[in-house]
């Protein structure tokens, strides 16, 4: 295993067996990854990577990429077919060179199908690494075409702002649960309002932090620097998104009385994936997470 991996990917049972297949001569062509956190995906491909070419992959003259880029978003079939270009080509150094795509789900019809063929039958010496975060929005023929591997790592992280706004968000549920809101639902609206405008704050806050600690390829221009770092936006929300879950499925049972709140906690974390798919769909993140708190507010003084 890399010495380069973060804690959380340490003692990784998938990395593991990874690491010691490519010892072996036995790694797959095509390796799709998929996770909530975006940086633990780059940093396992990384460090496979790095194995694989025997140094720093990131600055390697055989490792390529391709991400999206421009406002929406995309991975065109320009920059697919540029790519495939240079898997076709021979090593500068050794005989391995590694392509990786990132965000495949951003890849439409015309990219994926100039990809399939070299996906299915890259050149001899070629490791293809794909790194998704919704794997289930990657298109079957993409996705038919590699071994997947989760990279759980961890979905939480850290923060003592994130910390301090989960803390708030479930003595509100608890509030709303135990029915201290019923005569001042005014309180409890309002302070949907101050989680919005928190989570929003953290949100970029943490995003700009990790940027910051960025490695970017100089070669990267300003298309796919800002999509890079908008994907590393979407990355900290959903880690941010697991977390608000993680809280909901704590608040099932009230430990205190002993009652169990199935559903309130079902339909509220339906509602969570709904606001996800939303957000995927580039809705406001104010005025979806806004919708979903308004719902848990209906949910959770329901009961009686």
């Not at 780059?42 to 070419?53: D, R």
């Not at 490792?63 to 077919?81: D, Q, V």
């Not at 990786?100 to 439409?108: F, K, L, S, T």
């Not at 704590?250 to 709904?274: F, H, N, Q, R």
């Amino acid at each position: 295993m890399s010495a380069d991996l973060p804690e959380s990917l340490a003692s990784s049972r998938t990395l593991q067996t990874l690491f010691a297949a490519e010892a072996e001569g036995r790694l797959p062509h095509a390796l799709l990854f998929s996770g909530e956190s975006s940086s633990n995906l780059e940093a396992a491909m990384v460090a496979l990577a790095g194995k694989i070419l025997g140094g720093n992959a990131v600055s390697h003259p055989d490792f390529h990429y391709i991400r999206p880029e421009n406002k929406m978003r995309r991975i065109s079939i320009e920059n697919t077919l540029q790519l495939v270009r240079k898997i076709q080509q021979s090593p500068l150094i050794g005989e391995r060179k590694i392509a990786c795509v990132y965000e495949p789900e951003r890849m439409g019809r015309d990219a994926a199908n100039a990809f399939l063929k070299t996906l299915e039958e890259p050149p001899a010496g070629t490791t293809i690494f794909l790194l998704s975060g919704a794997v289930n929005q990657v298109l079957p023929t993409i996705r038919s075409r590699c071994l997947h591997f989760r990279i759980h790592g961890t979905a939480s992280f850290d923060d003592a702002r994130w910390s301090e706004w989960i803390a708030d968000f479930s003595k509100w549920i608890c509030a709303l649960r135990e029915g201290k809101l019923l005569r001042d639902i005014g309180t409890g609206v309002f302070s949907i309002y101050g989680l919005v405008t928190r989570f929003e704050a953290i949100l970029d806050a943490l995003t700009e932090e990790a940027w910051e600690n960025t490695q970017i390829p100089e070669t990267a221009t300003a298309d796919q620097r800002d999509a890079m770092r908008e994907g590393m936006s979407r990355g900290m929300r959903r880690r941010l998104l697991a977390g608000i879950e993680e809280a909901l499925l704590a608040l099932a049972c009230d430990s205190s009385t002993g009652k169990i709140y199935v559903s309130e906690t079902s339909k509220s974390c339906e509602l969570l994936e709904d606001f996800s798919g939303l957000l995927e769909l580039n809705a406001q993140i104010s005025v979806a997470l806004e919708a979903f708190l308004l719902n848990c507010l209906r949910i959770w003084t329901k009961r009686k």
